[in-house]
T-cell receptor, first 114, second 111 residues
Framework: GAVVSQHPSWVICKSGTSVKIECRSL??????MFWYRQFPKQSLMLMAT?????????EQGVEKDKFLINHASLTLSTLTVTSAHPEDSSFYIC??????????FGPGTRLTVL | GEDVEQSLFLSVREGDSSVINCTYT??????LYWYKQEPGAGLQLLTY?????DMKQDQRLTVLLNKKDKHLSLRIADTQTGDSAIYFC???????????FGKGTHLIIQP
């Protein structure tokens, strides 16, 4: 149980385009999901908290107009990187919160912006 | 902000026990976690401990928490080559939803 999937697993795009990443909880409902980014050989940094049916809460320094989050159902949250630039290249990982406040992570999405 | 610190590398011989240490600063931590990340992969939740517990054991894994010193450790008994990965310590504060991660400890297994 407690499986979280992400799609796509990797994406390469041109500078200036937008990219949507999906995060799904496959066998449980998650009212709260989280989006993290991880730079090479670095730790995970929380970007935002995604709440089903309400606006996401962004961490300090994360541009909400650039990283659009939509949590439209109890099993799906999406992160859209708008007008992506090379500095947005990173490993984006989502997680879904379980009943005991543990977080189950997806396999991550590697974004490369050319 | 809150901080979580870990050593960057730990090298052990196959069959020995590995002990990965972590310190944190948030005195209101409610949950502490250990995650495992293999190359190019996402994070796998290994175990977690509530802040009112001192110890938790799960098969080869033993978690020890010293809340007074804000010190968490993960012991892996009989370390195998498949245990080679980066191990992240993470904590959840009382008010926050997201987790604060350490930089991760590279566990290297020597044959």
């Amino acid at each position: 149980g407690a499986v979280v999937s992400q799609h796509p697993s990797w994406v390469i795009c041109k500078s200036g385009t937008s990219v949507k990443i999906e995060c799904r909880s496959l066998d449980f409902q998650a009212t709260t999901m989280f989006w993290y980014r991880q730079f090479p050989k670095q730790s995970l940094m929380l970007m935002a908290t995604s709440n089903e049916g309400s606006k996401a809460t962004y961490e300090q320094g994360v541009e909400k107009d650039k990283f659009l989050i939509n949590h439209a159902s109890l099993t799906l949250s999406t992160l859209t990187v708008t007008s992506a630039h090379p500095e947005d290249s990173s490993f984006y990982i989502c997680s879904a919160r379980g009943l005991n406040n543990e977080q189950f992570f997806g396999p991550g999405t590697r974004l490369t912006v050319l | 902000g809150e901080d979580v610190e870990q050593s960057l590398f730990l090298s052990v011989r196959e069959g020995d026990s590995s002990v990965i240490n972590c310190t944190y600063t948030d005195s209101s931590s409610t949950y502490l976690y250990w995650y495992k990340q293999e190359p190019g992969a996402g994070l796998q939740l290994l175990t977690y401990i509530f802040s009112n517990m001192d110890m938790k054991q799960d098969q080869r894994l033993t978690v020890l928490l010293n809340k007074k010193d804000k010190h968490l450790s993960l012991r892996i008994a009989d370390t195998q080559t498949g245990d080679s990965a980066i191990y992240f310590c993470a904590e959840k504060g009382g008010g926050a939803d997201g987790l604060t991660f350490g930089k991760g400890t590279h566990l290297i297994i020597q044959p």
